[in-house]
C-alpha cells in the first residue's frame, strides 16, 4: 500500500467511526460545574465497571449511551480539580442524569493557597479537542500563566529551558528534537503578531523580535510532527499560545518592576460582568502592558507596548461568541543585533557588548490583531449532540530594520581588529487572514468502544511585501560604510545620511494554503485506546521577486498512535506520524535554483507517562527517531547569477533520534517541581557538501537539562531555584562552535496581603558568560547570554478576597 492510500484509509477510518451503533438500552448523561468562569471542558468520566471514558465537551457535558441496567460508579478526575466518585443506578431502558460539581485543587487542603495551580492534566493542542494528557500517544507539555509569574518571564525564549529537547536558537527561532522551528501558533490559529512570514526565505515565521508572554495564560508544547492537524510544519513540534480571556467575576491586578540595566514596566489589567443591569451574559476585559529597559550590548535596547481588549457573550449554556483585539508597538534601538565574533574554540573575541549597530540602527514593529470566535454546543435539532467551534484570526504586521550588517573581519591589519560592516534598510508587512472550524461529537459504538470524532478545514492567506535597500562597505568598490573597531569600538560617528544606497528592490507573494482533516480518538476498553487523524492540503501561492512567481502542490499526512493502560495512573504509547513544509515562494523562481518539492519529514515515537501521590505529580518519558529529506538551506553562491538571496539548495537528509523525560507536579502540599533532561543525537546524513555528512545539525545539543522549584516554608513566603545546563552546540554550515553552559537563578516571594505581593528574581546569579546559539555565519559570530540581572515585581489584585 503506498503511503498516500494509508493516509486516506486512516482518514476513511475516522468517518466510519461515526456508523454503526448499537441499540441503546439506557443513558447516563450530566453536566459538571465548577467556579471558574469557564465550562470545564475535557474532564475525564470513567465508569469503573466496564471501563468506558469519556470526556466533557465546551459546555461541560457528558453522557454514555447504550448502557445495560444495573449499578454504575462515575470517576470524574482531570483539570486541576479534586477527584470525585458518584455512584449511579440504571434501570431498562432509562435515561439518568447526574450533575457534577468540582473543586480546584488549589483550593482544597492538598496544596497550600499561595502556590495556586501549576499542574495542568488536559491539553487541546495534540488533538484539537481536550484531551488528558495522560491519553495522548505523544509528548506534551503544558505551562501554566502561573509558572510565567513564577519565573517573572517576558519573552518565548525565557520558557525553552522548562522544556525537554528545546534549546534557544537565532532570534524567535528554536531548535526542537534537533531541528530548528520558526513557526509558532495563538489559540491554535495561524497570526503571530511578532513575525508570521509566509514568503521569508527562512519560511514561515521568521521574527527579529522575540514573542512577548504578557497576555498569554498558557503555553502548550506539542512534541514531534503535527501537519496531520495543523498543515505546512516543522518536523520537531510545534507551540500553541493560549492568550487570557475574560472572567465571570469582577478581577484585576497592576503589576509594577524595577530592574536591572534600567529596566521599568508596569502592566494593568481589569476583567468581569458588565451591564449586569441589562444582562448577566457580557463578559469583558481591558489589559495593558508597558515595559523599557536598556541591553548589556552596546546601543541596544526595548520599548514594548501592548493593549488588549475581549468582549465574550453567553448567549445560553450552548452557544458562547467572543472577540479579542490587540495593538503591539516595539522599538528597538540599536537592533537588529547579530552575534560577537568567537575563535575556532567559540571563545568570544572581544566583550560580549560589543555590537556593530550605531545609536540611529533601530527595529520598529507594529502590529494590530483581530480575533473573532465562537462555540456551540448543538444538543437540540440536528445534528444532535455534535460541538462545533469557529475562529477568524486577522493580523497586520509592520516591520522596519535599520542597521549595520557585520561582513568580516578585515585582513589588513595584523590583528584584524576591525569588523566591516554594510548597512541595511528592510521593511516588511504583511497582512494575514487565518479561518478554521471544527466540528467533534462523542459516540458510544456496539462495536467498538467510545468515539471521539472529529472534523475539520483551515484556511491560511497572506499578502506579504519586502522592500530593501543597502550600502556595502568602503573595503569594496563604491562602498561607504566604514569598519568599527572590535576592542575599542567608537560609535556616533557615521549613520545613514553619510551613505550611498542601492535603488530599493521590492518583493511579494500572496500565499494561500486550505487543509481538511479527519480524526478519531478509539478508547476500546478500559486498557487500550487508538488516535488515527489525518489532513489533506492545497497550498497556492504566487509572487514577484524580479520575475513573477507561481507554485501549488498538495501535501496529505497523517498520524497513528495507540495508549496501552494496564492502570488508570500508568499509560504505555506508541505513536507514527509524517509532516511537510512547502517551501517559500521567493525561491521557487530558477534563479533562486527553484523549484523546490516540501521538505518532508517523519517520526517513531514510544513512551511511557504516570500521574504519582495522588495524581498530583506527573512523569512522563519518550524515545523518538526522526527522518527529514529534501532539506533545502541558503545557496553560499546566491543562485546561478550569483546576487540572489533567497536561493536554496536541497541538500539532502538528515536525523534524530533521542530520550526526553520530564516530572512536574507537587512532591508535597508545599512543595512544587518541574525537572526535565533530553538526550538529542543529531547527524546530516546527506549533503552536497562532503564534509558536513556526519556532523551535527546547527544548534542541536546532545544534552540539555531544566529544573524549576518553588517550596513555601510559611503559607505567605517562598523560595524558588531555577537551572538551565545546555552542552556544546556547533553551526556546521558556518564552521562555528559555542561552549556548553550551566546557569542558575534564585527567587523569592512574599505575600504581603490577601491582595498584595512582592517578588525579587537574579538571574544567572554567577554572571557566567555564555553562548545562547550561533549565527549561520561565521562573520556574525555567536549571541551572547545575558549577564546577571535583578528584578523587583510588586503585584496588587483589590477584587481578592
Same mark, same amino acid.
Given at each position: ?274 451591564? +449586569?443591569?441589562? @444582562?448577566?451574559?457580557?463578559?469583558? =476585559?481591558?489589559? *495593558?502592558?508597558?515595559? #523599557?529597559?536598556? /541591553?548589556?550590548?552596546? $546601543? ?114 595584523? +590583528?584584524?581588529? @576591525?569588523?566591516?560592516?554594510?548597512? =541595511?534598510?528592510? *521593511?516588511?508587512?504583511? #497582512?494575514?487572514? /487565518?479561518?478554521?472550524? $471544527? ?114 502542490? +498538495? ?247
Amino acid at each position: 500500500m503506498t503511503r498516500t492510500n494509508l493516509w486516506l484509509l486512516l482518514f476513511f477510518l475516522c468517518l466510519g467511526g461515526a456508523l454503526g451503533y448499537g441499540q441503546t438500552t439506557g443513558i447516563i448523561a450530566g453536566r459538571v460545574f465548577s467556579t471558574e468562569p469557564s465550562p470545564p471542558s475535557g474532564i475525564s468520566i470513567k465508569l469503573e465497571e466496564n471501563g468506558q471514558t469519556t470526556a466533557t465537551d465546551a459546555t461541560g457535558r457528558f453522557s454514555f449511551n447504550n448502557l445495560t441496567a444495573g449499578k454504575y460508579t462515575l470517576s470524574i478526575t482531570g483539570g486541576g480539580f479534586v477527584p470525585q466518585a458518584h455512584d449511579v443506578e440504571l434501570a431498562m431502558g432509562q435515561t439518568v442524569t447526574q450533575d457534577i460539581r468540582l473543586e480546584k485543587i488549589s483550593a482544597s487542603v492538598d496544596v497550600v493557597a499561595s502556590l495556586k495551580e501549576y499542574h495542568l492534566e488536559e491539553s487541546g493542542v495534540a488533538t484539537r479537542v481536550n484531551a488528558r494528557l495522560i491519553d495522548v500517544p505523544m509528548s506534551v507539555q503544558v505551562f501554566p500563566n502561573q509558572l510565567i509569574e513564577d519565573r517573572a518571564l517576558l519573552e518565548g525564549h525565557e520558557l525553552f529551558r522548562n522544556v525537554s529537547g528545546m534549546n534557544q536558537n537565532v532570534y524567535s527561532a528554536m531548535t526542537f528534537r534537533g531541528f530548528t522551528q520558526r513557526e509558532i501558533l495563538y489559540n491554535g490559529m495561524r497570526g503571530n503578531p511578532f513575525g508570521s512570514l509566509e514568503g521569508d526565505v527562512n519560511n514561515a515565521g521568521f521574527s527579529t523580535s522575540q514573542i512577548r508572554l504578557t497576555n498569554i495564560q498558557r503555553v502548550e508544547v506539542l512534541k514531534g510532527p503535527a501537519s496531520s492537524l495543523y498543515g505546512s510544519t516543522e518536523v520537531g513540534g510545534l507551540i500553541n499560545y493560549v492568550t487570557k480571556k475574560p472572567k465571570e467575576v469582577l478581577d484585576g491586578e497592576m503589576q509594577v518592576r524595577f530592574g536591572s540595566f534600567a529596566q521599568k514596566m508596569v502592566n494593568g489589567e481589569l476583567t468581569g460582568p458588565i451591564l +449586569t443591569k441589562l @444582562t448577566d451574559k457580557l463578559l469583558a =476585559r481591558g489589559a *495593558f502592558y508597558f515595559e #523599557d529597559r536598556h /541591553s548589556f550590548r552596546n $546601543n541596544a535596547g526595548s520599548t514594548n507596548s501592548h493593549g488588549v481588549g475581549n468582549l465574550l457573550y453567553k448567549a445560553n449554556d450552548n452557544h458562547r461568541f467572543s472577540v479579542e483585539a490587540e495593538f503591539i508597538n516595539q522599538r528597538l534601538p540599536g537592533n537588529r543585533l547579530r552575534g560577537v565574533p568567537v575563535d575556532a574554540n567559540g571563545n568570544f573575541l572581544t566583550s560580549i557588548k560589543w555590537s556593530t549597530n550605531e545609536p540611529t540602527d533601530f527595529i520598529k514593529l507594529v502590529a494590530r490583531v483581530l480575533q473573532l470566535r465562537g462555540e456551540h454546543n448543538l444538543f437540540k435539532g440536528w445534528p444532535k449532540g455534535w460541538n462545533a467551534d469557529y475562529t477568524f484570526r486577522y493580523l497586520e504586521y509592520e516591520n522596519n530594520d535599520k542597521y549595520h550588517e557585520a561582513r568580516g573581519l578585515n585582513a589588513a591589519t595584523a +590583528t584584524g581588529r @576591525t569588523m566591516r560592516r554594510e548597512f =541595511r534598510n528592510f *521593511f516588511r508587512w504583511n #497582512d494575514d487572514w /487565518s479561518l478554521n472550524a $471544527n466540528v467533534s461529537k462523542v459516540t458510544n459504538s456496539s462495536d467498538f468502544g467510545t468515539h471521539t470524532l472529529l472534523f475539520g478545514v483551515e484556511h491560511v492567506a497572506q499578502n506579504h511585501a519586502f522592500r530593501q535597500a543597502r550600502a556595502r562597505e568602503r573595503e569594496v568598490a563604491g562602498g561607504t560604510v566604514p569598519a568599527l573597531d572590535i576592542f575599542n569600538p567608537v560609535y556616533g560617528l557615521t549613520n545613514e545620511r553619510n551613505y550611498t544606497l542601492n535603488a530599493f528592490a521590492t518583493s511579494t507573494a500572496n500565499t494561500h494554503r486550505t487543509g481538511f482533516y479527519a480524526q478519531d480518538q478509539i478508547v476500546v476498553n478500559r486498557f487500550v485506546q487508538f488516535l488515527l487523524s489525518g489532513r489533506v492540503d492545497r497550498y497556492d501561492d504566487k509572487g514577484f521577486a524580479v520575475v513573477p512567481l507561481k507554485y501549488n502542490d +498538495t501535501a496529505l499526512s497523517g498520524r497513528a498512535g495507540v495508549v496501552v493502560k494496564p492502570i488508570e495512573q500508568v499509560s504505555f504509547y506508541a505513536s507514527v506520524a509524517n509532516s511537510f513544509i512547502r517551501a517559500p515562494i521567493f525561491s521557487q523562481a530558477p534563479q533562486a535554483n527553484g523549484p523546490f518539492n516540501p521538505e518532508t519529514g517523519r517520526q517513531v515515537e514510544v513512551g511511557v507517562k504516570t500521574e504519582l501521590i495522588n495524581r498530583r505529580l506527573f512523569v512522563s518519558g519518550a524515545f523518538f527517531n526522526i527522518n527529514k529529506e529534501n532539506i533545502l538551506r541558503p545557496d553560499p553562491l546566491l543562485g546561478p547569477s550569483g546576487n540572489n538571496a533567497n536561493a536554496l539548495l536541497s541538500v539532502g537528509e538528515a536525523r534524530s533520534r533521542g530520550f526526553e523525560f520530564n516530572v512536574e507536579g507537587f512532591l508535597t502540599r508545599r512543595w512544587y517541581t518541574a525537572f526535565n533532561y533530553a538526550f538529542v543525537d543529531t547527524k546530516i546524513l546527506r549533503d552536497n557538501v562532503a564534509s558536513l555528512v556526519g556532523r551535527p545539525l546547527a544548534n542541536a545539543p546532545r544534552h540539555t537539562t531544566g529544573w524549576f522549584t518553588r517550596y513555601n516554608f510559611l503559607e505567605s513566603t517562598g523560595i524558588g531555584f531555577g537551572l538551565e545546563s545546555v552542552s556544546e552546540r556547533v553551526e556546521p554550515f558556518a564552521g562555528i562552535r559555542a561552549n556548553g553552559y550551566t546557569i542558575a537563578d534564585v527567587s523569592f516571594y512574599q505575600e504581603l496581603t490577601s491582595r498584595a505581593r512582592l517578588q525579587l528574581q537574579i538571574t544567572n546569579i554567577t554572571d557566567k558568560q555564555y553562548a545562547t546559539s550561533s549565527l549561520f555565519a561565521a562573520r556574525v559570530g555567536n549571541f551572547p547570554g545575558p549577564p546577571r540581572a535583578v528584578m523587583l515585581t510588586f503585584a496588587w489584585t483589590p477584587f481578592r478576597k
